[in-house]
């Protein structure tokens, strides 16, 4: 029996023996009935251009000299747009319940707004369908970065009418998938849109500007306040309706008290500049003072949303220290020297996904969580067999999976895990250097190879079922 069949009998039999030695603490033997798993994509990341599809943001950022690790784009990416019938048997055949996917704004409107394109929608309606015909349910992210550039061209979040235009971008892809589709997200990870598109300028489309990063934070959240209220009131009551934040403790740089006032502003503009004002309707005091120009009467009562789900993206926690010079007073401080990292560079901290969840329940009335992106980049190793070694992946998913059962024995209303990801894909600014996928992809032929981690990974969903 090899290492594969091992853990294969592991998850045949107990899901606590499959998930090893756990960290001490009250673990629940096995996850409770209904527990979902799934995984995420995203549009930009996985598709490729298909038919057509008018440009986005992203598309004109790859454009730019020095944007791009590898100076690649997501024209082709896993061209998912013609393959999704294999790569949705493939989630499938792992025992997934779930598939969170994005749709492309410029592929079903052109110009953002106005005349939708039958094509662009037609593609939406065969991944739905096909996805409810394996038993798997859709969830519907409905901007995954990827703005129209015609939109950008008339100020892309930096101007207020795009919670205008995103509301009925919103209300048309209802029209479209609504008859089959509950599960709405509105945004994903507006800090990271925020802060790394129009702050540091590592993302598109690539501002590095306070002025524009606090814009675009307060136009996401407008936005996202308005396509909610549209929605429910699309959905008549069938509509499970949500949003999902980029959340990370914050820490002071090399464990300093000096740092301490750099980690909480840092954490205010991360975290809760987008938690606060949909849960309690304010802005945290902290970021209040450059929200405050751009906060019209009514905008917090119509940001301020009750949600059936919170969907929550969780990689680790991050480092600041201060400095004159960084966007907020702050930079990215130094990690403890004996912290595990990923080949990303980014710090491996389950128990600090523990903390993060038990914190939503004590400060935001205990919102009912979907862990919707979990995963990490690791060099895979394809031995003389071609079977693609990934035990790092294996431990790093095993101890954040341990991390989802400790918050539940806390009482945290945690219904289902998402890995991120599927699929190798196009990594934002490191292209297809970085690859978190379960399965990989040939960049020649696009044949897709399940790695160990598929098999693992799918043995424990398989395991965990209702
Ligand atoms: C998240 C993004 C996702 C992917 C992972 C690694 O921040 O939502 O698209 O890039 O990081």
């Not at 009925?168 to 990870?189: P, S």
Request: glycine fraction near 10%; proline fraction near 6%; hydrophobic fraction near 40%.
């Amino acid at each position: 029996m090899d290492r594969r069949d091992l853990l294969k009998a592991g998850a045949a039999g107990v899901a606590g023996t499959l998930l090893g030695a756990l960290p001490a603490g009250a673990e629940p033997s096995a996850f409770p009935p209904g527990f979902l798993w799934g995984t995420s994509t995203s549009a930009y990341q996985v598709e490729g251009r298909g038919d057509r599809r008018a440009d986005s943001i992203w598309d004109v950022f790859c454009r730019l000299p020095g944007t791009i690790a590898d100076h690649s784009n997501g024209d082709i990416a896993c061209d998912h747009y013609h393959r999704y019938p294999e790569d949705i048997a493939l989630m499938a055949r792992a025992g997934l319940k779930a598939y969170r996917f994005s749709i492309s704004w410029p592929r079903v409107l052109p110009e953002g707004t106005g005349q939708p394109d039958a094509k662009g929608l037609d593609f939406y309606s065969r991944l739905v369908d096909t996805a409810l015909k394996a038993g798997i349910e859709p969830w519907v992210c409905l901007y995954h970065w990827d703005l129209p550039q015609a939109l950008q061209d008339r100020g892309g979040w930096g101007e207020r009418a795009i919670a205008g235009w995103f509301a009925d971008y919103a209300r048309l892809m209802a029209r479209h998938l609504g008859d089959r589709v509950t599960r709405w997200i509105m945004l994903n990870e507006p800090s990271v849109v925020a802060v790394m598109g129009h702050g540091l300028g590592e993302h598109a489309p690539g501002f590095r500007s306070r002025a524009k990063m606090f814009a675009a934070m307060h136009h996401q959240n407008l936005a996202q306040g308005r396509a909610l209220s549209a929605l429910r009131a699309a959905g008549g009551g069938r509509f499970r309706l949500g949003t999902i934040l980029s959340l990370q403790p914050v820490r002071p740089g090399g464990g300093l008290d000096a740092n301490r006032p750099a980690a909480a502003m840092w954490d205010a503009l991360w975290n809760r500049a987008f938690l606060d004002p949909l849960f309690h309707g304010h802005y945290p005091a902290l970021i209040e003072p450059f929200a405050a120009p751009l906060v019209q009467p009514g905008d917090l009562a119509e940001i301020r949303q009750p949600i059936d789900f919170l969907g929550v993206n969780y990689y680790g926690p991050m480092y600041q220290r201060a400095d004159p010079a960084g966007i907020i007073g702050t930079n990215w401080g130094a990690m403890p020297a004996d912290m595990k990292k990923t080949a990303m560079g980014w710090p491996v901290d389950p128990s600090a996904l523990v903390e993060l969840l038990v914190e939503l329940r004590d400060r935001y009335g205990n919102p009912t969580i979907y862990v919707t992106e979990n995963g990490a980049f690791y060099r895979d190793r394809t031995g003389s067999d071609g079977r693609v070694d990934d035990r790092a992946r294996i431990a790093y998913l095993r101890d954040h999976i341990a991390a989802c059962r400790r918050a539940l024995a806390h009482g945290v209303d945690l219904r289902g895990y998402f890995i991120w990801t599927i699929l190798d894909n196009f990594e934002w600014a490191h292209g297809y250097t970085a690859r978190f996928g379960i399965v990989q992809v040939n960049r020649a032929t696009m044949e897709r190879t399940p790695k160990e981690s598929y098999d693992w990974f799918g043995a424990v969903a398989r395991a965990n079922a209702a």
